[in-house]
């Protein structure tokens, strides 16, 4: 079982819509949860972090934690064709403390007008 | 403007012939890290530094070697390319501790023929 799992998609939605990114992870002692953004051919970029159960909501995107379940998630509102990109999930594990971060293999996302 | 740079962007090289990709960052942070990424793969990491002097084998080090001679460069040698060590490689900096602030670079795309 890898440590971080995400469906790698591509994940089709039309432009207005929400999209529904999950990510579920394998260490249950895992600290904090991160997404980052990645356009095709440029580097990874943070956009959204979260360290507590239930839901972080910033502008047009929402990520939800379930440690009980092990399962984070990003919600996109009201997806526009700029959105479009390979979603990462990062999780801190446990044995932290030295800024490590195990990646997901990412989720392409695709928003057509 | 805070950034992480890395050169050279692009690299073809033959098996064998000793390279190495540099990484500065001018955000004084402690925290460097090295990773690539492949598909299906994700990121994963390759050695980090905690600051000069300090560094330690990620999740794939073999064939890789690092050097923090001073705080802002980081940079990665690969003393004896192989064809598996063609990948998209990224190098990140952040302050210790807080893996909000941690910078990618743009990537080098190594191949090894």
């Known amino acids: 079982q890898k440590e971080v799992e995400q469906n790698s998609g591509p994940l089709s939605v039309p432009e207005g819509a929400i999209a529904s990114l999950n990510c579920t992870y394998s260490d249950r002692g895992s600290q904090s949860f991160f997404w980052y953004r990645q356009y095709s051919g440029k580097s990874p970029e943070l956009i959204m972090s979260?360290?507590?159960?239930g839901d972080k909501e910033d502008g047009r995107f929402t990520a939800q934690l379930n440690k009980a379940s092990q399962y984070v998630s990003l919600l996109i509102r009201d997806s526009q064709p700029s959105d479009s990109a390979t979603y990462l999930c990062a999780v801190e594990p446990r044995s932290g403390g030295y800024n490590k971060l195990i990646f997901g293999a990412g989720t392409r996302l695709a928003v057509h007008p | 403007e805070a950034q992480v740079t890395q050169n050279p962007r692009y690299l073809i090289t033959v098996t064998g012939k000793k390279l190495t990709v540099t990484c500065s960052q001018n955000?004084?942070?402690?925290?460097m890290s090295w990773y690539r990424q492949d598909p299906g793969l994700g990121l994963r990491q390759i050695y980090y530094?905690?600051?000069?002097?300090?560094?330690d084998k990620g999740d794939v080090p073999e064939g890789y070697k690092v050097s923090r001679k001073e705080k802002r460069n980081f940079p990665l040698i690969l003393e004896s390319p192989s064809p598996n060590q063609t990948s998209l490689y990224f190098c990140a900096s952040g302050k210790q501790g807080a893996q909000e602030t941690q910078y990618f670079g743009p990537g080098t795309r190594l191949l090894v023929l």
């Open positions: 530094s905690m600051n000069v002097e300090v560094t």
């Open positions: 955000m004084n942070h402690e925290y």
């Open positions: 979260i360290y507590s159960n």
